[in-house]
């Protein structure tokens, strides 16, 4: 589930107009999506931003493309129990913050609206720790 959900929110960010690396392969076949910014004092304000709402992302120089974006993961989210819904939902609220410029606070309000089904001290794998115990002959 985790590259279904980052190509997910990879494909509805490059719809809301983010650049978003990988289009002509299907933008990711892994837990990441890169969002092309391609300034660096845009990618600090946009990672401040993201982190002032509560959704971390990292900020780097990507490499390929070489040019300044954020690197995002759906690995947290879909161990946190998020299913395609809520991926629309994260994808709304990065929009809301990046290109629709909406205070922190109003977006503050849709990520503990999201966030209010899970709990963050219980996460899911996708894998069960007994059997992988098993298989180690533990």
């Known amino acids: 589930d985790v590259c279904k959900h980052a190509k997910h929110l990879a494909q509805l960010l490059d719809g809301f107009g983010f650049e ?3 289009r002509n392969f ?3 076949n892994t837990h990441q999506v890169w969002l ?3 300034d660096e004092i845009k990618v600090w304000q946009a990672f401040a931003a993201l982190h002032q709402a509560g ?3 990292f900020p780097a120089h990507l490499p390929f493309v070489k040019k300044w974006g954020l690197r995002l993961s759906a690995h947290a989210v879909t161990r946190l129990g998020f299913g395609s819904s809520e991926i629309v939902e994260l994808a709304h609220i990065l929009k809301n913050i990046l290109i629709e410029k909406q205070s922190i606070e109003k977006v503050n309000i849709s990520v503990k609206k999201l966030m209010a089904n899970f709990d963050i001290s219980k996460v899911k794998y996708g894998f069960s720790l007994k059997e992988e115990v098993e ?3 533990m």
């Open 26 to 28: 299907g933008f990711t």
């Open 36 to 38: 092309i910014i391609n």
């Open 20 to 22: 978003v690396v990988g």
């Open 55 to 57: 959704i971390r992302a």
């Open 135 to 137: 298989d180690v002959g």
